[in-house]
């Protein structure tokens, strides 16, 4: 058994690297161990024990995939009329289990916009939807044959489940080792790839945790996901964390330069524990801050926005609205824009004032404000407020913001009707 190979010096880089937004987890099998009558299993394990019982197989604990497809399998198969493929299909529909703490413990580190996972479940999904929300985040997955179900930009999170998902279509996600090698080979054919996302992963340094692939296996994934028949010395690495790193295995990653953890679940265990004693020592600048409102609003309208600002901070929510805190040697669009986007509401804070067709700055923020509203469809995401007599069906305004209910500062309702848009984004 290889031993964890990851010393001081490749924490620091490791944490720095995902500080900095430029790791992609890419999360295996060996993650997802499941409660059954008190004992944790691995799902797929609990998913083989039942296809074995469907076609009256006899289970063992070595037994996998593979077996369950042999000839003598798929004669007893065609005899109920089903495949594994269907039958895997309709028990990941029923499946109600937790998400594992590790995954929930990882997918705690906000830096994580975007990840990947080599599993065709549920579970990843329902840990992002305790983690961002029903419908503030993207959920896709690799279709082999097509270039479809690529990623746009990272304006939201992503979780992207890259050997498909469960249909009720025999081979549309893997199963089988088979099944993997057919789908790295259209990873790995430039009229099939995923062409944004192959371009990210190039970029960016890559967490390949519990993916406990054998030996040759393993390798031709990694240089799938990498799309290069060979490492340069200018390529990004990253780790590996599994229980299968044979020394054949951390020989060649080593060659890569790539660090190592030979426990899946410890290695999160240690990630996270050094992640908040890294943010200790680095804090977010304020305005890199996740906040719950963005206020947007013209100049003139400032002393307005400010007593909105307060009102909302009263009710115990974060609010982004002072554009002075940006120090001079700031990105100030890349700051704003930013903002935008991590927001959980978009407040554009409408008058006569912003009824004009000169290049303004508060337009732009309407811009990527109406963008995320649309990636987070069908959640509420903006909610126009008006502080004078303007007329919101001005064809000045956008009509995303004029077909909305309006809330009126001026009312003696105001108030409560702020308390309804915290409400709203809590839920």
Not at 81 to 92: A, H, M, Q, R, V
Request: proline share 3%; glycine share 2%.
């Amino acid at each position: 058994m290889a031993k964890s190979r990851l010393n001081e010096r490749g924490w620091e880089k490791l944490l720095s690297e995902i500080d900095k937004g430029n790791v992609v987890p890419i999360l295996g099998n060996e993650l997802l161990k499941i409660n059954i009558n008190g004992q944790k299993q691995l799902l797929n394990k609990f998913i083989i024990q039942k296809l074995a019982e469907k076609i009256d197989e006899e289970y063992v604990p070595e037994m996998n995939f593979e077996q369950l497809t042999c000839k003598s399998c798929m004669v007893k198969w065609d005899d109920i009329d089903s495949d594994p493929y269907y039958e895997t299909y309709k028990l990941i529909k029923k499946l109600d289990f937790e998400v594992p703490e590790s995954i929930t413990k990882l997918l705690n580190i906000d830096k994580f916009q975007l990840v990947l996972t080599t599993t065709f479940d549920n579970i990843l999904a329902r840990s992002f939807e305790e983690k961002w929300g029903v419908g503030n985040f993207k959920r896709l997955h690799y279709e082999k044959r097509t270039n479809g179900q690529d990623i746009d930009e990272l304006n939201q999170p992503v979780l992207y489940h890259m050997l498909g998902k469960a249909t009720n279509e025999a081979h549309s996600f893997v199963l089988t080792e088979d099944d993997l090698l057919e789908y790295l080979h259209y990873w790995l054919n430039e009229n099939f790839k995923p062409k944004k996302l192959s371009n990210i992963l190039k970029e960016r340094y890559l967490l390949i945790i519990g993916c406990n692939y054998p030996n040759w296996l393993f390798r031709f994934f990694l240089h799938s996901m990498k799309f290069s028949t060979q490492f340069s010395s200018k390529s990004k690495m990253g780790m590996v964390a599994d229980s299968n790193l044979d020394e054949d295995l951390v020989s060649f990653l080593s060659r890569i330069d790539a660090q190592m953890y030979d426990d899946a679940e410890k290695f999160i265990e240690e990630l996270v524990n050094r992640w908040k004693a890294y943010k200790v020592e680095n804090p977010d600048d304020v305005t890199e801050k996740t906040n719950d409102i963005f206020i947007s609003y013209a100049s003139e309208d400032e002393e307005s926005a400010a007593k909105i600002a307060a009102t909302f901070k009263d009710f115990g929510v974060s609010v982004w609205f002072d554009k002075k805190a940006l120090e001079p040697a700031d990105e100030y669009t890349d700051k704003i824009k930013k903002n935008i986007e991590r927001c959980k509401a978009f407040v554009p804070v409408l008058s006569k004032n912003v009824l004009t067709n000169n290049k303004r700055f508060f337009k732009r923020e309407w811009t990527w404000g109406i963008e995320q509203s649309e990636w987070r469809n069908p959640a509420p995401f903006i909610f126009p407020i008006t502080i004078d007599d303007v007329d919101i069906q001005d064809e000045l305004i956008p009509f995303k913001f004029s077909s909305l209910q309006k809330i009126d500062f001026c009312r003696d309702d105001f108030e409560e009707k702020t308390k309804k848009i915290i409400r709203t984004i809590r839920r």
